[in-house]
């Protein structure tokens, strides 16, 4: 089952409705308020369910639900997929976190551990 751990929140202003059961654990791009379509625009993970041009809380860094847009095993690192889902990285993403210590499922909701501050693109080297 997925937890959510200490968190560091930030508050921000939807652009589109986000207010979906889906939409939970989902990325968010801060420039437009959206769902993030890449780890590079992705600047936290949704806490809340706003309505669109309504305030809402993503989390910024800490220990957060994610939902999995595959198959995700324990400590993979992350990036995230044009649904906002998170997937598991390949060579020149975009790193936003690592999977927990649980596996997930495609469209499940798990626990992983996130630092969106200063996403940076991997290599060869990164797991």
Sequence with gaps: MAFQGPYIPFNFTAGEDLN??????IAIAL?????????????????SKPAN????????SGVMKYRAGGAVT????????????FTVSASG???VGHGGATAATSGSLST???HFANNYQSSSLDG
């Excluded at 041009?53 to 910024?60: F, R, S, V, W």
């Design 20 to 25: 979906k059961a889906a939409q939970e654990g």
């Design 93 to 95: 993403d975009y790193l």
């Design 112 to 114: 992983g551990i996130f």
């Design 74 to 85: 324990a400590g993979q690192t992350l990036t995230v997929a044009t649904s906002g889902y």
């Design 53 to 60: 041009e309504q305030e809402g809380t993503i989390g910024l």
């Design 31 to 47: 420039d437009d308020g959206k769902t993030a379509n890449n780890g590079q625009e992705a600047r936290g993970i949704l806490m």
